[in-house]
């Protein structure tokens, strides 16, 4: 089955620094991924769709200057989270669309990426 | 964003019990997916339903797509130990310039106590 790898599993960093997170399908080429954002006994928040090749389209209130997304492959999509604040301590989940002959397949989710700022 | 109304938020039951849950929206969805998830990890799919009406099992579980869909359940049957942890319903809508978006339930957490 369809396969996506998300490292690191979690990270802590310091106040002011910047965390990349990266999403890879394993064994499909993802068009699309999305970026979520869960806190503790919470939902997942969708927070941009990643697409290859061109801009991320963010979800309102997220600051895409804060969040950058950048799809460069059919197989990889980076969350990077700049000058990260404890408010930013979050679990991250990416998401990668599959199709099978063009039927909507469904999403296989990451692992997710808890990030801990201190 | 828009969140699916999702009963019950949470469930303790006895090992052997059946549990039923399900999902409600205002709006039209042409996809319905039951996802769980367990502390620390991605959400994994169990069920994806396409069609309205459409019955779906996945061992001891089963989920229907609403007729109307605006809704769908899912039930597990003779419930086990590793049967806890979180599961969120969740809907898609291909119009209308979702571009592909889900939208997901608050969740139900399970326990089962053995």
């Known amino acids: 089955g369809a396969v996506v790898s998300q490292h690191p599993s979690w990270v802590i960093c310091k106040s002011g620094t910047s965390v990349k997170i990266e999403c890879r399908s394993l064994?499909?080429?993802?068009?699309?991924m999305f970026w979520y954002r869960q806190f503790p006994k919470q939902s997942l928040m969708l927070m941009a769709t990643?697409?290859?090749?061109?801009?991320?389209?963010?979800e309102q209130g997220v600051e895409k200057d804060k969040f950058l997304i950048n799809h460069a492959s059919l197989t990889l999509s980076t969350l990077t989270v700049t000058s990260a604040h404890p408010e930013d301590s979050s679990f991250y989940i990416c998401?990668?669309?599959?199709?099978?002959?063009?039927?909507?397949?469904?999403?296989?989710f990451g692992s997710g990426t808890r990030l801990t700022v201190v | 964003g828009q969140q699916l109304n999702q009963s019950p938020q949470s469930m303790f039951i006895q090992e052997g019990e059946d549990v039923s849950m399900n999902c409600t929206s205002s709006s039209i969805f042409n996809t319905w997916l039951w996802y769980k998830q367990e502390p620390g990890e991605g959400p994994v799919l169990l069920i994806a339903?396409?069609?309205?009406?459409e019955l779906t099992s996945n061992g001891r579980l089963t989920a229907q797509f609403g007729i109307t869909r605006k809704d769908s359940f899912l039930n597990i049957s003779a419930s086990i130990p590793s049967d806890v942890g979180i599961y969120f319903c969740?809907?898609?809508?291909?119009?209308?310039?979702?571009?592909?978006?889900?939208?997901f339930g608050k969740g139900t957490l399970l326990t089962v106590n053995p």
């Open positions: 998401s990668a669309r599959t199709t099978n002959r063009g039927r909507n397949y469904g999403y296989t």
């Open positions: 969740a809907g898609q809508r291909l119009r209308g310039g979702s571009n592909y978006k889900l939208t």
């Open positions: 339903l396409y069609k309205a009406g």
């Open positions: 064994d499909f080429q993802a068009t699309t």
């Open positions: 990643s697409n290859e090749g061109s801009k991320a389209t963010y």
